[in-house]
């Protein structure tokens, strides 16, 4: 059963790792002059972002309650459990994949912090 959640979670793992200026690897854009040390600076940040877990307890409980709800809907829009499997890991994979571009988003914000904390002038 536990490799089945991994299998699960795989998908959207990759999905939100095919974008290159995402999330650890997000690069600001800076108003302003750089100094001697962006380079340096930018690669902390990146690394402090790459910290973060992409797949955490809140995955695995976004994948279930996704799996729940597209199953229970579909079980109650169709009145028939024919399709309950496929729509649970079709909910699971949704909820999953939200998750893990959620912590995606919230590492480019870790990176952007770091660098205004550093004193750039970020601007997006």
């Known amino acids: 059963m536990p490799n089945r959640k991994f299998l699960l979670i795989v998908p959207a ?11 650890a690897n997000y690069q600001p854009v800076i108003d302003g002059p750089v100094g001697p040390n962006y380079n340096v600076d930018l690669q902390q940040c990146q690394q402090l ?12 409980g976004n994948a279930a309650i996704g799996a729940v709800g597209a199953a229970a809907v579909t079980g109650i829009v169709q009145d ?18 939200a998750d893990v571009i959620n912590k995606n988003q919230n590492k ?5 912090n770091c ?3 550093r004193g750039y002038n970020v601007v997006g």
């Open 108 to 112: 480019e914000v870790l990176v952007r």
């Open 80 to 97: 028939s459990s024919d399709n309950l499997g496929r729509a649970a890991v079709a909910g699971a994979l949704v909820g999953a994949g």
């Open 13 to 23: 793992l990759l999905v939100a790792g095919a974008c290159t200026n995402t999330g």
């Open 49 to 60: 972002a790459a910290s973060q877990a992409s797949v955490d307890g809140s995955t695995a």
């Open 115 to 117: 660098m205004r904390g």
